[in-house]
């Protein structure tokens, strides 16, 4: 059983950037990892992923904004969002994948607005 926490979010301006983390109650090096979001009435989306080597993918409204990264050392993945836009509105959740279960955190809200 893995805990996740994220960490973050807030209400930044059109153009502004934000960095979440998801804090591990434990090792997470085994696990691929990633961000998703999902706004009122909306399906939880992909918005980045990454693999216990290293690898990452990120979705095509995001690419060339966000940045996911992991630090297996402080069981800790991150999300740099940068050039925010009033669409990323959402709660961003940080999620763990094992062979047999996905582990969620609570979300943490992000609101871009003016």
């Known amino acids: 059983q893995v805990q996740l926490v994220e960490s973050g979010g807030g209400l930044v301006q059109p153009g502004g950037s934000l960095r979440l983390s998801c804090a591990a109650s434990g090792s997470i090096s085994s696990y691929p990892m990633g961000w998703y979001r999902q706004a009122p009435g909306k399906q939880r989306e992909l918005v980045a992923i990454i693999t216990t080597d290293g690898t990452t993918n990120a979705a095509d409204f995001v690419k060339g904004r966000f940045t996911i990264s992991r630090d297996n050392a402080r069981n800790t993945v991150y999300l740099q969002m940068n050039s925010l836009k009033p669409e990323d509105t959402a709660v961003y959740y940080c999620?763990?994948?094992?062979?047999?279960?996905?582990?969620w955190g609570q979300g943490t809200q992000v609101t871009v607005s003016s």
């Open positions: 999620m763990a994948r094992s062979y047999y279960f996905n582990y």
